[in-house]
Antibody
Framework: EVQLVESGGGLVKPEGSLRLSCAASGFTVTDAWMSWVRQAPGKGLEWVGRIASKPDGGTSDYAAPVKGRFTISREDSKNTLYLQMNSLKTEDTAVYYC???????WGQGTLVTVSS | QSALTQPASVSGSPGQSITISCTGTSSDVGGYNYVSWYQQHPGKAPKLIISDVSSRPSGVSTRFSGSKSGNTASLTISGLQAEDEADYYCSSYSSSNTRVFGGGTKLTVL
């Protein structure tokens, strides 16, 4: 059974950094295209970015609001996906979900609050 | 990239059919057959109900169907049931290897 479990959320000050983790089971993240999607409180879904599978080159793409500040990576030995978030802004406050790129599987989400 | 346009809300009575539209541009909805639809109940993660414009993942009710014409995709739910009350989001692959979501539609079953 495929399972995705996010962790690492919390309260961080503006301009701070945070790294989210997404532990996968039931499949190998190395071989999957993976995405991060966020949802601000009471708002809609927003695509954050994705990373291609290793066989397909492992490149990553990002939405304009986070490009240059966020980085998606993988740690194959831990079968885990990461989202490194730097220079955080108040508007980055949201629940962050990791998902297989096709959207079939989602984690439960982890809340990131950016506030002074 | 701008969000896709969805109606903020739709409603219907049990047993009826409703359709939710999702309008984009030739750079996203109109340019690719990679439109997905998600159902989200309060406090829960989204659930994929339609992929690639009109494909239903295993286990999704046949009451859900998707289509596309030009720059507009549509989700139709037939035989409305109380448990269909939820938020619905469309998503499309977009140029520059990105994805874009719609603003979401709140479905109320009267």
């Amino acid at each position: 059974e495929v399972q995705l479990v996010e962790s690492g959320g919390g309260l961080v000050k503006p301009e701070g950094s945070l790294r989210l983790s997404c532990a996968a089971s039931g499949f190998t993240v190395t071989d999957a295209w993976m995405s991060w999607v966020r949802q601000a409180p009471g708002k809609g879904l927003e695509w954050v970015g994705r990373i291609a599978s290793k066989p397909d080159g492992g490149t990553s793409d990002y939405a304009a609001p986070v490009k240059g500040r966020f980085t998606i990576s993988r740690e194959d030995s831990k079968n885990t996906l990461y989202l490194q978030m730097n220079s955080l802004k108040t508007e980055d406050t949201a629940v962050y979900y990791c998902t297989t790129d096709g959207g079939t599987h989602w984690g439960q989400g982890t809340l990131v609050t950016v506030s002074s | 990239q701008s969000a896709l346009t969805q109606p903020a809300s739709v409603s219907g009575s049990p047993g009826q059919s409703i359709t939710i539209s999702c309008t984009g541009t030739s750079s996203d909805v109109g340019g690719y057959n990679y439109v997905s639809w998600y159902q989200q109940h309060p406090g829960k993660a989204p659930k994929l109900i339609i992929s690639d414009v009109s494909s239903r993942p295993s286990g999704v009710s046949t009451r859900f169907s998707g289509s596309k014409s030009g720059n507009t995709a549509s989700l139709t739910i037939s035989g409305l049931q109380a448990e269909d009350e939820a938020d619905y989001y469309c998503s499309s692959y977009s140029s520059s290897n990105t994805r874009v979501f719609g603003g979401g539609t709140k479905l109320t079953v009267l």
